[in-house]
């Protein structure tokens, strides 16, 4: 760390982006009706939202572990063809608007898109206005979190222990599941928790492909703007006083991978 | 802005003749387009009115040089919010007195509001209509999919109101935060029917077919339009209400499908 005088031209502005990030949540928690909070908190619709957020987010995010993690290794361990392309179409949900991503998957998974049309007809399965429905949207936004953190992870693991073990007889399989594996567990945890969080907070695409009714497709996002556009401004308070506080709780479970900064 | 006003100004010039030549340096009121109007309006005005008030918006530009109106269109719910936590409306038009009434007992309008259409439901279905919908009980059946309106808003309340008058215990898959938003649905093939003003589905005629049911006679919507208190441009919004109320609007308005008040 370096040493002397903190200049101003650095000082001013960091203060006033640490009051920038600070003072909405201040806000939040100034207009909370604390004497109404604990009646509210055990309203079935928010017992009901909450209850579904965490299922779906936890769901999307096992889907994500599925899928990503394999997804994950072969960008950092196998050198295929169009290994660019594929990293450069796994970051575009990242950045694209959840609101668009919505729009995508109804018109890939929706029961006259480019799949959905066939899975209805020959399945009968159709996703849209499901609790499956939000599954997927939220896992479709949250894997490139998940996808990219573990390759983050695999390509800073010491690869020798990997070669050793190959070396040894074992094969890419075994390798994989009993050093690999092991090896970047951290890791896939904390992108884990990361796509976690993203799946709880998704709000566009769920809406837009998954639709918006209580206790089937209404996640908490859904709700606290369903109550806010109602005119109900203190019951779209304590619903985010909820993501707040389980945001919070996740920092806390991340605090020594984020916070504890050297 | 100065081309807005070189642009006000050779309308009050084109318009005012002599007179308007001999104040060039007059105030920018006085140059700006008849009756003094001029500048931006911000319309606030329900989600169901998206054509018509495009269509009467250009009209008033066209009748006011120097007048702009820009329109935030909605469920009247979310405007109704907007409008109290302070954003910059001139003029709200809500599809429901219940709407309008969050914002007048608010203290958020200047004087009272004017019923300036009515609007009722029909089933919107896929052109064609494939499912065979004739009434509102045709919706319980099994496999159909139906997208309502969330009740805070307009077209949900009403929706309700229908629902309740026939008695058809409806699940519908989906609660949408406008009315276009369940139109939208039906468009797009996702539900089967949804629940929707008369007008919505005269817009889409083209996409939809519109099915009218006896028990939307009992959940007709009135449409409030007021002035708001804080109208940064009072004089703009009022002409621009009056312009709603006029003969010319009012010809716009029932050639769109809504009702007369």
């Known amino acids: 760390m370096t040493r002397g005088r903190v200049p101003g031209a650095l000082l001013v502005p960091a203060i006033g982006g640490l009051i920038f990030l600070v003072l909405p949540l201040a806000g939040l928690l100034w207009r909370t009706p604390w004497a109404t909070l604990p009646q509210r908190l055990t309203e079935p619709e928010v017992v009901e939202a909450l209850k579904l957020s965490l299922l779906t987010a936890s769901?999307?995010?096992?889907?994500?572990?599925?899928?990503?993690?394999?997804?994950?290794?072969?960008?950092?361990?196998?050198?295929?063809?169009?290994?660019?392309?594929?990293?450069?179409?796994?970051?575009?949900?990242?950045?694209?608007?959840?609101?668009v991503g919505g729009i995508a998957l109804l018109?890939?998974?929706?029961?006259?898109?480019?799949?959905?049309?066939?899975?209805?007809?020959?399945?009968?399965?159709?996703?849209?206005?499901?609790?499956?429905?939000?599954?997927?949207a939220e896992a479709f936004v949250a894997l490139p979190f998940l996808v990219i953190s573990v390759e983050g992870a695999l390509r800073g693991a010491d690869t020798r222990y990997e070669e050793a073990a190959a070396t040894?007889?074992?094969?890419r399989w075994t390798t994989f599941t009993h050093v690999t594996l092991p090896?970047?567990?951290?890791?896939?945890?904390?992108?884990?928790?990361l796509c976690w969080a993203?799946?709880?907070?998704?709000?566009?695409?769920?809406?837009?492909?998954?639709?918006?009714?209580?206790?089937?497709?209404?996640?908490?996002?859904?709700?606290?703007?369903?109550?806010?556009?109602?005119?109900?401004?203190?019951?779209?308070?304590?619903?985010?006083?909820?993501?707040?506080?389980?945001?919070?709780?996740?920092?806390?479970?991340?605090r020594d991978r984020w916070l504890a900064a050297p | 802005m100065r081309l807005t006003f070189a642009v006000a100004g050779l309308a009050a010039v084109?318009?005012?003749?002599?007179?308007?030549?001999?104040?060039?340096?007059?105030?920018?009121?006085?140059?700006?387009?008849?009756g003094g109007v001029s500048g931006t309006v911000n319309v606030f005005a329900a989600a169901s009115l998206t054509e018509s008030f495009t269509t009467l918006g250009k009209r008033f530009e066209a009748a006011h040089r120097g007048a702009t109106v820009t329109f935030n269109f909605a469920g009247s719910s979310a405007l109704a919010t907007q409008i109290n936590q302070g954003a910059p409306a001139d003029v709200f038009a809500s599809a429901a007195p219940a709407n309008m009434s969050t914002v007048t007992a608010a203290g958020n309008a200047a004087g009272t509001p004017t019923t300036f259409v009515r609007n009722q439901l029909v089933i919107a279905v896929a052109k064609g209509n494939p499912k065979k919908i004739a009434g509102l009980s045709g919706l319980t059946g099994p496999g159909i999919k139906v997208a309502l309106c969330a009740e805070a808003v307009?077209?949900?309340a009403a929706a309700r109101t229908a629902l309740d008058a026939s008695g058809a215990a409806l699940t519908p898959v989906t609660l949408e935060q406008d009315v276009r938003a369940a139109l939208a649905k039906v468009k797009l093939g996702e539900v089967d029917a949804a629940l929707v003003y008369r007008t919505d589905a005269k817009a889409s005629s083209g996409d939809v077919d519109a099915i009218e049911f006896p028990e939307s006679a009992k959940a007709v919507n009135e449409y409030p339009i007021v002035v708001l208190r804080k109208a940064a441009n009072a004089a703009g919004a009022r002409a621009f209400v009056d312009y709603v109320l006029s003969a010319d609007g009012r010809s716009v308005l029932t050639g769109a499908g809504f009702q007369a008040p």
């Open chain 1, 59 to 99: 769901l999307a995010t096992l889907l994500c572990l599925v899928l990503g993690v394999p997804l994950a290794w072969m960008l950092a361990r196998v050198a295929f063809p169009g290994r660019r392309v594929a990293r450069a179409l796994i970051t575009v949900p990242l950045v694209l608007p959840p609101v």
């Open chain 1, 107 to 136: 018109l890939a998974l929706g029961r006259r898109g480019l799949l959905g049309g066939w899975l209805d007809s020959t399945f009968g399965v159709s996703l849209p206005f499901t609790t499956a429905g939000v599954v997927v």
């Open chain 1, 168 to 171: 040894l007889g074992a094969s």
């Open chain 1, 183 to 193: 090896l970047v567990a951290p890791g896939i945890a904390a992108g884990g928790v």
């Open chain 1, 198 to 254: 993203r799946a709880l907070g998704e709000f566009g695409a769920t809406i837009t492909f998954a639709g918006n009714y209580p206790g089937i497709t209404q996640t908490m996002p859904l709700a606290v703007y369903q109550t806010m556009e109602s005119g109900d401004l203190d019951g779209a308070v304590v619903l985010s006083l909820i993501l707040l506080a389980v945001s919070v709780t996740i920092l806390a479970a991340l």
């Open chain 2, 14 to 34: 084109l318009t005012l003749g002599p007179a308007g030549c001999g104040d060039p340096a007059g105030t920018p009121t006085a140059r700006a387009g008849e």
């Open chain 2, 154 to 156: 307009p077209c949900g």
